[in-house]
Structure formats: C-alpha cells, structure tokens
T-cell receptor, first 118, second 114 residues
Framework: AQTVTQSQPEMSVQEAETVTLSCTYDTSESDYYLFWYKQPPSRQMILVIRQEAYKQQNATENRFSVNFQKAAKSFSLKISDSQLGDAAMYFCAYRRTYSGGGADGLTFGKGTHLIIQP | KAGVTQTPRYLIKTRGQQVTLSCSPISGHRSVSWYQQTPGQGLQFLFEYFSETQRNKGNFPGRFSGRQFSNSRSEMNVSTLELGDSALYLC?????????????FGQGTRLTVV
C-alpha cells in the first residue's frame, strides 16, 4: 500500500520569508500524481499545486513551487514571500493512475500546520 | 459558479443509528469522492463515483455505502453508527476521474456520534 509521510507536524515562518514543507512517499508504481492541498480553518481543502510523476520539471504556481525528487520519492513544497493568508494545514497527497484513464483515491499525509508570524 | 455543497454541515447521532450525508458537486462535474477526516487517522478515502458507478472504494467496512444520482449528486450512508465514526466527512467533485484532475472539496459535514 502507498504511504505518504509528512515529518513536520508544525512549522513556523516569519511573514515575507520562505518556508519549505517536506513530504516523502512510498510506492512501487510508476504512474501517479502528487499534490499539495491547503486546509484553512474553514476546513475547505484547496489545491495548491500538482505534479505528474512523468514530468521532470518541477511545478510552480506563483509563490508556490515544488522540489520533486522521483528517485528519492520526495516532494517538498516551497512557499516564497509567506503571507498571513498562507496559514493553514498543508497536506501532501498521492494518487496512482491507470493507463485506462482511471485513478485511485487520494492518499494523504498527516499534514503540517503552518504558522505565519507577523 | 457554485462550489461543492455538503448538507447538513453538522449532525449529532446516537450509536446504532444510521445517517445519510449529501453532496452536490459543481455543475458539470461527474466524479464525486468521499473522504473521512479524523484527528487520529487523518484523511482517508472512502469511495469515488463517476456517472452513477462506483469506481473505487477505500478500506472501510460495509456499513459505509454511497450512491450517485443521474444529476451527479451523491449521498453516503453509514449504518449502525459507532463512536469511532465521529469525523468530518469531506466530499470532492471533479470533471473526470482521471488522475491529475483537480478535486474541489466541500466544507464537510461534521458528524458526532454519542
């Protein structure tokens, strides 16, 4: 079974600084996607960024970027110029895909609580 | 465009009862997935429906079931409730069931079993 591990239960960063959240995963599959989701106090999960395993180029979305190391099975999230609105739980997730177009459900890590210090 | 709507938002049930939760996906989305979130186990996948067919199922007992209607709305049912079923139940909708498709989540239904 696939597992996703987030080793940092909580991280704190000063506003405007850069922070990196860690994620490792374990799979024997070659076709999959990786995601970072944000869950603010409202509890509504929001997609931050996604990465297809076949793509070597790291995904970037504005201030958010990933460092995808496929061989090491590592998928870290870097948040640049941290803002107060970035404070939330961040979940790393894995989703196995199939050649027929289907996919498994998301497998989530336990999450990292990100605190932004003003 | 309206987001994913889950009803009710909060629910209190007694052990042994059954409960039905509802999820209305974003218009045009045909895939609906359900997740259970608890402090101990975290987020766990329950099942996914696409065009009224269950495509995937997580590792949950048969007491957990679901269905999807022709308008893509979905319901999940938990029978013979146990205290451990207390959780936030999240519904997510997507355009398709393809792996990279963005899942849009609702705000969840908070179920408390007493």
């Amino acid at each position: 079974a696939q597992t996703v591990t987030q080793s940092q239960p909580e991280m704190s960063v000063q506003e405007a600084e850069t922070v990196t959240l860690s994620c490792t995963y374990d799979t024997s599959e070659s076709d999959y996607y990786l995601f970072w989701y944000k869950q603010p106090p409202s509890r509504q999960m929001i997609l931050v960024i996604r990465q297809e395993a076949y793509k070597q180029q790291n995904a970037t979305e504005n201030r958010f970027s990933v460092n995808f190391q496929k061989a090491a099975k590592s998928f870290s999230l870097k948040i640049s110029d941290s803002q107060l609105g970035d404070a939330a739980m961040y979940f790393c997730a894995y989703r196995r895909t199939y050649s027929g177009g289907g996919a498994d459900g998301l497998t989530f890590g336990k999450g990292t609580h990100l605190i932004i210090q003003p | 465009k309206a987001g994913v709507t889950q009803t009710p938002r909060y629910l209190i049930k007694t052990r042994g009862q059954q409960v039905t939760l509802s999820c209305s996906p974003i218009s045009g989305h045909r895939s609906v997935s359900w997740y259970q979130q608890t402090p101990g186990q975290g987020l766990q996948f329950l099942f996914e429906y696409f065009s009224e067919t269950q495509r995937n199922k997580g590792n949950f007992p048969g007491r957990f079931s679901g269905r999807q209607f022709s308008n893509s709305r979905s319901e999940m049912n938990v029978s013979t409730l146990e205290l451990g079923d207390s959780a936030l139940y999240l519904c997510a909708s997507s355009l398709s069931s393809a792996g990279g498709t963005e899942a849009f989540f609702g705000q969840g239904t908070r179920l408390t079993v007493v």
